[in-house]
């Protein structure tokens, strides 16, 4: 009998396979070797990890692990380590122990790349750990999904590739570092599995779904089945996506459209070019201000900002400015309880409420623009009108003034107010682009939650009316001389959407890179007046249904 | 003793590579080396010669930091470290 356990999907695809559990400390097991001694080894090991990343191009993570390499070496954690021995613990326990407070004491000071930090310092300790009491390093003997609680950045790393099937956790987000990995390396994963670590002991067969979010023990034939089916038809799919993924974004008859990437933390970006991102067309900047206790500085947000900047090697990245707002208290923050927070206080509207929120943000902006020597494109949310355009243009003004060695940015709005797509022709001529927000766009339009399941079928971004909205947005653009309209919402990475959106006469797509070969596809089949034709006929349908299955039939 | 006062300027502060650069420096010399991140909390110190310690003071990119020696060779480290920090830690950054 097959039993479910619910989770967060992570990276899509279906695997099915045995499961193989990673232990992370070994906890009371005797010590073979001083802690001298396992350091050196586990130092040799980080070693050649780096050496191994290093001959597959792997840069970044290699450096990672020159950072492990010191800190395995480490005398402050070798002194912390020896007073638990002498205090009597067991010297496996006291390094794992040292290692832990030092994580803890990264993770307290509310700095996001220290907190980072963190689990190299748990990873490290784990491994001397592991060398002291002769335990070999983790190796994959036949084709698993590896279960663990979360899996730290170096076994990541080890696992051999070709018998790594897909990853479940029982921990983690669908932004960890495993979950990152897994994306990029188009590995199937589940995330936040309650349950799953006591549960695998017993289970010869794990099945996950990366899609769904769900891991089924053991499954039966009938639901082993279905998961091979679902594996073989998105192999085919993916196959056949992958063929169009690394060439342009283009219609049959060379009708050319940006391909850009939306990411929301750092990270994603040199991944996002790797997988063909032209440009980051939505850099989503929220990631900086959460989960802290106190305001980022202007330079702890210069740092991360600066990392975009230069894996983009000069191709455009686009700041969105901070869309904070009562859906998502933030400590520091305060902002009253409001009865609908999507209609509320939020992003650009908490301008005179936080009088440092964007200006800090636009300083550090600059001041990453100007370190990396690149030029940034920084677009306001929330803009509803003239009033709200002007207030963004003087705050960039301002800004540029206190950061006179930063190239002038290109400066932009998004449209998902409704009554900025009416006032479309009068905000163009003032700025460098447009990016509609489709998703908040359509709930608005509409009038539909997004939050709310119930509405579902209401939220759909192919509706006629959305696509009306789209086409005066473009119209506006048009009657300028330098504007330039994308369109940044979950539409853009939809196959049916991106072809609309074509047809529309958008000028750049930006989506979640792993949407790049799908969409590529779907419009490199179609021909620039076939799209067109069909944009116009579907602005005349009845529903967005109508519009989904007049988009399938032209296929 | 011997000691320094000298401004970050690295675009990440002394985060990973630039933090390893000054621990291998430090590990150089006889005398203790110490330091402490004065823009965040001055009466934190970490030893020079631990890459943890020195990640732990959080040092970013503007925050200045002060270098102490007591040792043989204290005065040469102190010389020798700020210089070092002054001129980017091998990594590219703009000198006023």
């Given at each position: 009998m097959t039993r479910e356990l619910r989770g967060t999907p992570a990276a899509p695809g279906v695997a099915v396979a045995a499961p193989w559990l990673h232990r992370p400390a070994v906890t009371g097991a005797p010590a073979r070797l001083s802690l001298f001694d396992a350091s050196a080894a586990a130092v040799a090991e980080i070693s050649a990890l780096a050496t191994l990343l290093r001959d597959r191009g792997r840069e970044a993570e290699a450096e990672i692990m020159d950072a492990q390499s010191l800190m395995a070496q480490d005398p402050a954690l070798h002194e912390a380590a020896d007073q638990l021995v002498a205090d009597g613990t067991r010297p496996a326990d006291a390094i794992v122990q040292a290692g832990e407070a030092v994580a803890a004491s990264f993770e307290a000071i509310g700095d996001e790349i220290l907190a980072a930090r963190a689990a190299d310092v748990r990873d490290v300790a784990a491994r001397i750990a592991r060398v002291m009491t002769g335990v070999a390093a983790p190796r994959l003997e036949r084709r698993s999904v590896v279960v663990a609680a979360d899996l730290p950045p170096s076994v990541t790393v080890e696992l051999d590739r070709a018998l790594l099937a897909g990853i479940a956790l029982e921990g983690g987000s669908r932004t960890s570092h495993a979950a990152i990995l897994s994306r990029s390396l188009g590995i199937p994963a589940v995330v936040g599995v309650a349950g799953l670590c006591d549960a695998v002991p017993t289970v010869m067969e794990l099945g996950i779904d990366g899609d769904a979010g769900i891991a089924y023990l053991d499954p039966d034939a009938e639901t082993a089945a279905r998961l091979a089916a679902a594996?073989?038809?998105?192999?085919?799919?993916?196959?056949?996506?992958?063929?169009?993924?690394?060439?342009?974004?283009?219609?049959?008859?060379?009708?050319?459209?940006?391909?850009?990437?939306?990411?929301?933390?750092?990270?994603e970006a040199e991944a996002a070019f790797a997988a063909g991102a032209e440009a980051i067309g939505l850099f989503r900047t929220e990631f900086a201000f959460a989960g802290r206790s106190t305001a980022p500085d202007e330079a702890t947000q210069a740092a991360a900002y600066a990392q975009v900047l230069r894996a983009a090697h000069g191709a455009e990245v686009v700041f969105r400015l901070a869309d904070i707002g009562g859906d998502k208290p933030i400590a520091y923050l305060p902002i009253e309880p409001e009865a609908n927070p999507f209609l509320g206080l939020r992003a650009i509207r908490l301008a005179a409420r936080h009088p440092e929120l964007l200006p800090t943000q636009l300083h550090a902006i600059l001041r990453a623009s100007a370190d990396v020597g690149a030029r940034a494109s920084i677009m306001a949310p929330m803009v509803a009108d003239e009033e709200d355009l002007a207030l963004v243009l003087r705050l960039v003004e301002d800004a540029c003034a206190a950061v006179p060695d930063a190239a002038g940015p290109r400066v932009g709005i998004m449209i998902e107010v409704p009554s900025a797509v009416l006032l479309a022709d009068r905000l163009a001529p003032r700025i460098d682009f447009i990016s509609i927000g489709t998703n908040d766009l359509t709930q608005y339009l509409l009038a539909a939650d997004r939050s709310n399941a119930a509405l579902a079928a209401r939220q759909d971004p192919l509706h006629p009316a959305v696509l009306r909205a789209i086409g005066q947005v473009v119209e506006a653009v048009r009657g300028t001389t330098r504007c330039t309209v994308a369109v940044c919402g979950e539409m853009a990475g939809d196959p049916a959407g991106a072809q609309l959106l074509v047809g529309l006469g958008v000028d750049e797509l930006s989506m979640e890179p792993r949407a790049f070969g799908a969409v590529k596809r779907a419009v490199g089949t179609r021909s620039m007046p076939d799209l067109v034709a069909l944009a116009r006929t579907a602005q005349h349908m009845r529903s967005a249904a109508e519009v989904r299955r007049a988009v399938e039939a032209a296929a | 003793m011997a000691d320094a006062e000298v401004d970050v300027r690295n675009p990440s502060g002394l985060h990973a590579r630039p933090a390893a650069t000054f621990v291998r420096a430090a590990a150089g010399f006889a005398a203790d080396v110490t330091f402490s991140n004065l823009s965040r909390d001055p009466s934190r110190s970490a030893s020079a010669k631990s890459v943890l310690g020195v990640m732990g003071l959080a040092v970013a990119r503007g925050h200045r930091i002060r270098i102490v020696a007591n040792g043989p060779d204290a005065d040469e480290a102190v010389a020798h470290l700020a210089e070092l920090v002054a001129s980017g830690l091998g990594e590219e950054v703009d000198i006023e």
């Amino acid at each position: 009998m097959t039993r479910e356990l619910r989770g967060t999907p992570a990276a899509p695809g279906v695997a099915v396979a045995a499961p193989w559990l990673h232990r992370p400390a070994v906890t009371g097991a005797p010590a073979r070797l001083s802690l001298f001694d396992a350091s050196a080894a586990a130092v040799a090991e980080i070693s050649a990890l780096a050496t191994l990343l290093r001959d597959r191009g792997r840069e970044a993570e290699a450096e990672i692990m020159d950072a492990q390499s010191l800190m395995a070496q480490d005398p402050a954690l070798h002194e912390a380590a020896d007073q638990l021995v002498a205090d009597g613990t067991r010297p496996a326990d006291a390094i794992v122990q040292a290692g832990e407070a030092v994580a803890a004491s990264f993770e307290a000071i509310g700095d996001e790349i220290l907190a980072a930090r963190a689990a190299d310092v748990r990873d490290v300790a784990a491994r001397i750990a592991r060398v002291m009491t002769g335990v070999a390093a983790p190796r994959l003997e036949r084709r698993s999904v590896v279960v663990a609680a979360d899996l730290p950045p170096s076994v990541t790393v080890e696992l051999d590739r070709a018998l790594l099937a897909g990853i479940a956790l029982e921990g983690g987000s669908r932004t960890s570092h495993a979950a990152i990995l897994s994306r990029s390396l188009g590995i199937p994963a589940v995330v936040g599995v309650a349950g799953l670590c006591d549960a695998v002991p017993t289970v010869m067969e794990l099945g996950i779904d990366g899609d769904a979010g769900i891991a089924y023990l053991d499954p039966d034939a009938e639901t082993a089945a279905r998961l091979a089916a679902a594996s073989a038809a998105a192999g085919e799919r993916a196959r056949a996506d992958a063929a169009f993924a690394a060439g342009v974004l283009a219609t049959n008859d060379g009708h050319r459209v940006i391909c850009a990437a939306n990411i929301g933390e750092p990270t994603e970006a040199e991944a996002a070019f790797a997988a063909g991102a032209e440009a980051i067309g939505l850099f989503r900047t929220e990631f900086a201000f959460a989960g802290r206790s106190t305001a980022p500085d202007e330079a702890t947000q210069a740092a991360a900002y600066a990392q975009v900047l230069r894996a983009a090697h000069g191709a455009e990245v686009v700041f969105r400015l901070a869309d904070i707002g009562g859906d998502k208290p933030i400590a520091y923050l305060p902002i009253e309880p409001e009865a609908n927070p999507f209609l509320g206080l939020r992003a650009i509207r908490l301008a005179a409420r936080h009088p440092e929120l964007l200006p800090t943000q636009l300083h550090a902006i600059l001041r990453a623009s100007a370190d990396v020597g690149a030029r940034a494109s920084i677009m306001a949310p929330m803009v509803a009108d003239e009033e709200d355009l002007a207030l963004v243009l003087r705050l960039v003004e301002d800004a540029c003034a206190a950061v006179p060695d930063a190239a002038g940015p290109r400066v932009g709005i998004m449209i998902e107010v409704p009554s900025a797509v009416l006032l479309a022709d009068r905000l163009a001529p003032r700025i460098d682009f447009i990016s509609i927000g489709t998703n908040d766009l359509t709930q608005y339009l509409l009038a539909a939650d997004r939050s709310n399941a119930a509405l579902a079928a209401r939220q759909d971004p192919l509706h006629p009316a959305v696509l009306r909205a789209i086409g005066q947005v473009v119209e506006a653009v048009r009657g300028t001389t330098r504007c330039t309209v994308a369109v940044c919402g979950e539409m853009a990475g939809d196959p049916a959407g991106a072809q609309l959106l074509v047809g529309l006469g958008v000028d750049e797509l930006s989506m979640e890179p792993r949407a790049f070969g799908a969409v590529k596809r779907a419009v490199g089949t179609r021909s620039m007046p076939d799209l067109v034709a069909l944009a116009r006929t579907a602005q005349h349908m009845r529903s967005a249904a109508e519009v989904r299955r007049a988009v399938e039939a032209a296929a | 003793m011997a000691d320094a006062e000298v401004d970050v300027r690295n675009p990440s502060g002394l985060h990973a590579r630039p933090a390893a650069t000054f621990v291998r420096a430090a590990a150089g010399f006889a005398a203790d080396v110490t330091f402490s991140n004065l823009s965040r909390d001055p009466s934190r110190s970490a030893s020079a010669k631990s890459v943890l310690g020195v990640m732990g003071l959080a040092v970013a990119r503007g925050h200045r930091i002060r270098i102490v020696a007591n040792g043989p060779d204290a005065d040469e480290a102190v010389a020798h470290l700020a210089e070092l920090v002054a001129s980017g830690l091998g990594e590219e950054v703009d000198i006023e």
